[in-house]
């Protein structure tokens, strides 16, 4: 039996009042995407890459790369419950690769191409995986990692046996995705086979139903983030919707018109920096049937550019890497409320809290209650951290909200962590670098308002004595950031300082230094 939408049209208020989690006693992620899929309908097609010569991947053929691939990786001594990073782009070898490990019964770790050498070593060698599967231009990079190898298949060594997917359960561990902090390195958020399952009902609502003839659905966020791999490939596999590959080198309005016309692209989910850049270059997308966006608020002006541009209701929806797609719009449902986010997808139990833990009069903590399908089984090898993020029933997002109606309305983090181009960067693996060079004694790294990124890195450097700050100096630690971290998390202005804010303790005081970024933006 091919899997199937868990939500089908209705009013809000009943979907909400009769939707149960319904997880069978064995769920295995690669049978719900492929394996199921395969067996149906083999000729359906699954993937559609638009990166040089259009492609058409079905299920039989995807089944049979990540067949292939299972049985490589289990020769080399892969099993149950070991940690296989994936570092590729958007293709159908990404997605092969994920269900492969899961077919093993082991954890897939989403990797981002972009990253360089120390943010790599930083997941790879907290997770202990040994091995990587990447394309041949990352093979080098994983080779340089300490006790990491790379693996990178080639289609013509499909076998001709399939695999067998393991016996796996909706709480066995299947995905490790780091999520930035505040502090220290990225924590890995553990998810079980029962993620994907969670996930649905958020992305079917987001996209007013997703699963509708001639669905065809894609994103630019790579698919080493949650919201790439788990809000629109993996549940366009499991609803039995094409899911487009492509792998950008960087966004444009051009290339993006480029494949939703070679894609036959009906439903998008753009981050909001690229809604924003759609909008300066005043493109029109055409046949589009649903937009969901995810991030950040939009507010009234982009909605009503939204219907005029792209010809649809953008839906907004709500989540983070630890428990995602919690909440949503569906113009199918009920209409937008700008400013708002939308209201709890069915299936989740979201409450505004005050500091006592009661529902708050007004603005409070956004929690999320215990036994989502999509909530994180915990932090990895990180017990007490685990720990921190609950508060009795409740998961604490770090997030600060308020009811509107019935609708959830996004006010900000309480913590520090930096939101820019759609990426959610941490301040403390980018001062961690920063330190590393000669010429810093002492630094802070906080987010700058921004008007098409929503916020950009901002360092205030100490340089250390003997050393004379300048323009030059400031390049140069742009690059090494460029160079050892990633590109997204470069700092797009630095302020050399002769002093930071710091408490008793010496620990640099961010909120100071928010304060001050944004007096230097309203100058």
């Known amino acids: 039996m091919t899997p199937a939408p868990l939500l089908s049209p209705g009013s809000y208020e009943s979907l909400r009042e009769t939707f149960r989690w319904a997880l069978p006693d064995r769920l295995n992620m690669a049978a719900q995407v492929c394996d199921s899929w395969a067996e149906a309908a083999p000729d359906r097609v699954a993937l559609i ?37 994936v570092l590729r782009g958007q293709d159908a070898w990404c997605a092969a690769a994920h269900i492969a ?23 790879v060698g907290d997770a202990g995986a040994a091995w990587v599967v990447s ?64 996930h649905l009902p958020g992305v079917e609502m987001s996209h007013d139903f997703l699963g509708q003839p001639d669905d065809c659905l894609w994103t630019p966020a790579d698919w080493a983030w949650i919201g790439g791999l788990f809000d629109v490939a993996m549940p366009g596999l499991a609803i039995g919707v094409p899911v487009v590959a492509a792998r950008l080198a960087k966004f444009t309005p051009e290339e993006c018109a480029r494949i939703v016309r070679e894609g036959s692209v009906r439903n998008i989910f753009f981050p909001p920096t690229a809604l924003r850049m759609l909008k300066a270059a005043d493109l029109r997308l055409a046949g589009l049937r649903s937009v969901a966006s995810g991030g950040e608020p939009l507010g009234a002006e982009m909605l009503a550019w939204g219907r005029h541009a792209l010809g649809v209701t953008i839906n907004e929806f709500y989540g983070q890497t630890e428990c995602n797609m919690v909440a949503s719009s569906c113009a199918a449902l009920f209409p937008p409320r700008p400013g708002c986010i939308g209201k709890p997808v069915p299936g989740f139990d979201i409450a505004v809290l005050d500091e006592a833990g009661n529902p708050a009069a007004g603005e409070g903590d956004v929690a999320i209650r215990r036994g989502a399908a999509s909530m994180m089984l915990g932090y990895w090898n990180k017990p007490a951290e685990t720990a921190a993020k609950f508060r009795g029933d409740w998961m604490m997002t770090g997030d600060r909200g308020l009811w509107e109606e019935g609708y959830l309305r996004f006010l900000g983090r309480e913590d520090d962590v930096i939101t820019s181009a759609g990426y959610r960067i941490g301040p ?39 050393v004379s700050p300048s323009e030059a100096l400031a ?43 944004e007096t230097e933006d309203s100058r």
């Not at 990786?73 to 419950?81: C, H, K, P, S, T």
């Not at 490990?101 to 997941?123: C, E, M, N, T």
């Not at 060079?437 to 004595?465: E, F, M, S, W």
Request: proline fraction near 6%; charged fraction near 25%; include cysteine.
């Open 428 to 466: 403390a693996e980018i001062e961690d670098c920063l330190l590393k060079h000669p010429a810093v004694a002492t630094v802070g790294v906080v987010g700058k308002p921004d008007a098409l990124r929503t916020q950009i890195v901002k360092a205030y450097v100490v340089v250390k004595d003997g």
């Open 101 to 123: 490990i899961w077919k093993i019964g082991a954890i897939s770790i989403p990797l981002f191409k972009l990253f360089k050498h120390d943010a790599l070593a930083a997941r």
């Open 49 to 85: 890459e638009v990166s040089g010569a259009r492609r058409a991947v079905t299920y039989a053929a995807l089944r049979a790369m990540a067949d292939g691939l299972a049985h490589d990786l289990a020769g080399r001594g892969v099993g149950r419950g070991d940690r296989v990073g």
């Open 135 to 198: 394309d041949a231009e990352s093979a080098q990079m994983i080779t340089a990692l300490e006790g990491a190898r790379p693996l990178v298949p080639e289609e013509q060594a499909l076998p001709a046996q399939p695999f067998a997917t393991a016996e796996t359960g909706p709480e066995d561990p299947a995905v490790l995705i780091y999520t930035s902090g505040t502090t220290g390195s990225p924590k890995g958020a553990l998810h079980g086979h029962r993620m994907l399952t969670g």
């Open 475 to 517: 390049g140069e630690l742009q690059e090494f950031v460029k160079q050892h971290l990633a590109a997204h998390c470069f700092p797009r202005e630095i302020t050399f300082t002769e002093n930071l804010p710091t408490t008793v303790t010496g620990k640099v005081i961010r909120k100071d230094l928010r304060a001050r970024a």
